[in-house]
T-cell receptor, first 117, second 120 residues
Framework: GAGVSQSPRYKVAKRGQDVALRCDPI?????LFWYQQALGQGPEFLTY????????KSGLPSDRFFAERPEGSVSTLKIQRTQQEDSAVYLC???????????????FGPGTRLTVT | AQTVTQSQPEMSVQEAETVTLSCTYD???????LFWYKQPPSRQMILVIR??????QNATENRFSVNFQKAAKSFSLKISDSQLGDTAMYFC?????????????????FGQGTTLQVKP
């Protein structure tokens, strides 16, 4: 597609429910990132994939958070047993790992706003 | 660890005027990138401008330009001829290139953001 897409755009979950958030990166982008953005704050890094390999998951806040990208394209961020503090916008971004230095940068999707009640 | 600080939570400017958003960062790295991203109320984060740390020349993109002071670790964004469509939250971001298998990418570290309101 032309840009990064994410679904659903909005998700309301009751505390304790599991949720799954989907990201479709720009075609051909091997690098994929997930970020968490609390209200009024800057995004914070969660995890990074290069193709299907999860090379950095240092930002995942707890073992309730799990991400996968089994075929190196679409990625899913799963949150188990959601808590109120998980309420945030979850942003996905993709980039070319071997872009020219003059074109370095990540391209973001519209995000999924998760509200845990 | 790297940190990025935006000390202006909110700013406003009259249409057609010029405004400067400030950003400072802290790092011990010598090779890195700096970015300004724009996030309108629709929430789609848009890349505005990038600066390679090893380049002394300040980056420009149409009405957007930066003042990059590497020694002072300062990276401000100047918006000239402000337009109503420039109303958004602006984030300054730092990225160290991971290199190796990860190539020319790395995780972004964002500041807290500056909300810019352009008034007619």
């Amino acid at each position: 597609g032309a840009g990064v897409s994410q679904s659903p755009r909005y998700k309301v979950a009751k505390r304790g429910q599991d949720v799954a958030l989907r990201c479709d990166p720009i075609s051909g982008h091997v690098s994929l990132f997930w970020y968490q953005q609390a209200l009024g704050q800057g995004p914070e890094f969660l995890t990074y994939f290069q193709n299907e390999a999860q090379l950095d998951k240092s930002g995942l806040p707890s073992d309730r958070f799990f991400a996968e990208r089994p075929e190196g394209s679409v990625s899913t961020l799963k949150i188990q047993r959601t808590q109120q503090e998980d309420s945030a916008v979850y942003l996905c971004a993709s980039s070319l790992a071997q872009s020219r230095l003059s074109s370095v940068g990540q391209y973001f999707g519209p995000g999924t706003r998760l509200t845990v009640t | 660890a790297q940190t990025v600080t935006q000390s202006q939570p909110e700013m406003s400017v009259q249409e057609a005027e010029t405004v400067t958003l400030s950003c400072t960062y802290d790092t011990s790295e010598s090779n890195y990138y700096l970015f300004w991203y724009k996030q309108p109320p629709s929430r789609q984060m848009i890349l505005v401008i990038r600066q390679e740390a090893y380049k002394q020349q300040n980056a420009t993109e149409n009405r957007f330009s930066v003042n990059f002071q590497k020694a002072a670790k300062s990276f401000s964004l100047k918006i000239s001829d402000s337009q109503l469509g420039d109303t958004a939250m602006y984030f300054c971001a730092f990225m160290k290139l991971w290199g190796g298998l990860s190539g020319n990418t790395g995780k972004l570290i964002f500041g807290q953001g500056t909300t810019l309101q352009v008034k007619p």
